[in-house]
């Protein structure tokens, strides 16, 4: 079970509650677009969304380029509030970067950060400094050729207020999210400051930084009375070394619910409420900065006794949380100026732009360079070679291709299907070249899942490219790994362990300090390692392995040894051990050879499944097993 709270109870982390760690998100809508704002030092000419604009001219301080604060609201209508006539805060969405006059610290989102330069008034103009005003309220920036810093900002059509002034908050009196169900009462000092885990943990503040509230939701499938929560509560207060000062079951209609009130090993007191609805399990956390007595945290009462483990859609008063649309979430890529829509259940990594379903579909996408004068048929053919190379006949099968519109650019779209030996996978792939650089897509799932076919088409539909964004930010990027030559090597040695061995340039370290034991590569189907040791002996070795082997061999109806044997190998006596075994329904035959020399036995271990035991992988392991030599 989580519990959140117990990472946040220090009285350092408390103190500075606001601190985030990551940036917020920006509560994304259908109509999201990227606004564009381009400024250059010295220059009063500056470029909204390509339209000109006169400005005070940016200059430079400290190496730090300073900008009029009024361009954020003039491009990306930031709010923008002067208080207690030194501190300036610009709000964008859920960011907040507050400013003060004649200070380098800002707080971005709660997180102290060091800007180089304080912001001061010039000729009667505030200047501020742009990168971290711009980065802390989620836009990107990347210098362009004509000597100009280019800032955009991906954000909805429309910000806190429409054309015609309207408040988009008049008449919510509540907040709550629709996809996981809930919602409370919403206090005109509460303030969203972040939503991780696919909004399963929302974070809220006070403006007067007097409390924090935390509300997360898990699946729960057993059905458990106020009782049995309250249990719950205090077992694992106890467990985290807190103080029980008050607690209470509460049985109500069809929504019971326990709430307890503790005090942390920091003095902090809390409420923590927990209940359990529909399937889901619902975990409120408040922190109270100011309370002394268990008593004083009854001022919560009203705000905690509001919530309600779930969502009228009818209700119009309920302000949603939730960026979910039609069972969707918004996602994006702003180094790279891509976004998309992914099934909302799905985990999410916008940085390496990987999004998995539990269900086993998954997404990945990438932009990579392109050779001077490759095509797009060039890079489907070399990718169509290294399946057949990849996979065998029997575990490998090409559909056939079709053209989509993605961004309103052509891409081809390559269907195949292999199966690993747990059952067969389809596979999309979407190939768009563009400006020298290609941009991919992988998308996989189990076959037969019309859903997740379906989720395909969905979310290549709401691709949105700037393919600006790659041009301005990057230069020659790598290619495609999938076109790396499979039958290349690079020779990597240990000073160390007295060795040297040729990994072949397609493998994937996964632990690559050859001076470290054990280094280990990954490829697709396939695994490599050398692990050496001064503490064990090659006899020790080799009675484990063999006491392992049989041990196998009478509880693992798959597993069966091939063979064991002794030889020679890099010149010296070794044992070797070949076995053949189903993992999770996948077939694969594992091989370990054990030697000694001057005080260190060595195990290489190399295991290929039969699915991808094709000729030019077969000989690429082997060889690198046999490359395997002595330093002299």
Do not use: C
């Not at 730090?64 to 030194?86: C, H, Q, W, Y």
């Not at 509300?215 to 106890?238: F, G, I, M, P, R």
């Not at 007191?269 to 109270?288: K, M, N, T």
């Not at 010149?571 to 329904?585: N, Q, W």
């Amino acid at each position: 079970m989580k519990k959140s709270w117990l990472r946040v109870l220090s009285t350092g982390v408390l103190a500075g509650m606001l601190l985030a760690g990551t940036a917020l998100p920006v509560w994304a809508a259908d109509d999201m677009k990227t606004n564009e704002l381009r400024v250059k030092a010295g220059s009063t000419r500056a470029f909204i969304n390509g339209q000109k604009q006169n400005i005070t001219k940016p200059l430079i301080v400290k190496g730090v380029t300073m900008v009029p604060v009024g361009v954020f609201k003039k491009a990306f209508g930031s709010e923008i509030r002067l208080e207690k006539n030194d501190v300036i805060k610009i709000k964008q969405g859920a960011h907040v970067a507050a400013l003060t006059m004649g200070s380098s610290i800002a707080w971005i989102d709660g997180a102290k950060v060091e800007m180089g330069a304080a912001p001061n008034m010039v000729n009667g103009v505030l200047m501020v400094p742009l990168r971290p005003v711009a980065a802390g309220i989620g836009a990107s920036l990347a210098p362009n050729s004509a000597g100009e810093i280019v800032i955009r900002l991906m954000q909805t059509g429309k910000g806190a207020e429409d054309e015609g002034g309207i408040d988009l908050d008049k008449g919510k009196t509540r907040i709550g999210n629709s996809y996981y169900g809930w919602s409370m009462h919403y206090p005109a000092n509460l303030l969203v400051l972040q939503s991780s885990e696919q909004e399963r943990m929302m974070t809220f503040g006070a403006a007067d930084e007097s409390y924090y509230l935390e509300v997360y939701v898990s699946e729960q499938n057993v059905s458990l009375d106020a009782d049995d929560l309250l249990t719950q509560l205090v077992q694992v207060a106890k467990q985290a070394g807190d103080t029980v000062l008050d607690r209470e079951a509460v049985s109500k209609g069809s929504k019971p619910y326990a709430r307890i009130v503790v005090k942390d090993t920091d003095g902090m007191l809390w409420e923590l409420r927990q209940y359990i609805h529909d399937g889901r399990q619902y975990d409120v956390y408040l922190a109270d900065y100011q309370a002394f007595n268990y008593k004083d945290l009854s001022k919560h009462a009203s705000l905690l006794n509001s919530f309600d483990p779930s969502y009228s859609p009818s209700d119009r008063t309920i302000k949603d949380l939730s960026t979910v649309e039609e069972g969707m979430r918004a996602a994006w890529n702003e180094d790279y100026g891509i976004s998309l829509k992914v099934p909302a259940g799905w985990s999410m990594d916008n940085k390496s732009m990987t999004y998995e379903d539990e269900q086993g579909a998954y997404l990945q996408l990438r932009v990579t360079s392109a050779k001077s004068g490759a095509t797009v048929k060039d890079w489907s053919d070399q990718l169509e070679k290294w399946m057949r190379e990849t996979f065998t006949a029997e575990s490998y099968q090409q559909i056939g291709s079709f053209t989509t519109e993605i961004s309103g650019e052509t891409a081809e779209v390559n269907e195949f299907r292999y199966n690993f030996g747990a059952g067969w996978q389809t596979e999309f792939d979407v190939l768009l070249q563009k400006n020298g650089y290609r941009y991919y897509a992988e998308y996989t799932f189990p076959e037969g899942k019309a859903a997740d076919r379906a989720w395909f088409n969905q979310i290549m539909k709401s691709v949105e490219i700037d393919f600006d964004t790659v041009t301005d930010n990057f230069g020659q990027l790598d290619e495609d790994p999938y076109l790396t030559d499979k039958t290349k090597t690079i020779t990597r040695t240990s000073k160390r362990y007295h060795y040297s061995v040729d990994i072949p340039r397609y493998w994937t370290p996964y632990s690559d300090r050859f001076e470290s034991s054990p280094v280990i590569y990954t490829f697709t189907g396939g695994n490599f390692s050398i692990a050496a040791s001064e503490d064990k002996s090659i006899e020790m070795t080799v009675s484990q392995l063999r006491e392992a082997y049989a041990e196998a061999a009478k509880t693992r109806k798959s597993f069966s040894l091939i063979r064991s044997e002794e030889l020679t190998f890099a010149g010296v006596p070794a044992f070797s051990f070949t076995y053949h075994e189903e993992d999770k329904g996948v077939p694969y035959t594992g091989s370990q050879i054990v030697f000694e020399k001057n005080g260190a036995t060595y195990t290489i271990t190399s295991g290929l499944n039969d699915a991808n035991r094709t000729q030019v992988q077969a000989a690429m392991l082997e060889k690198a097993v046999n490359s395997f030599t002595f330093n002299k």
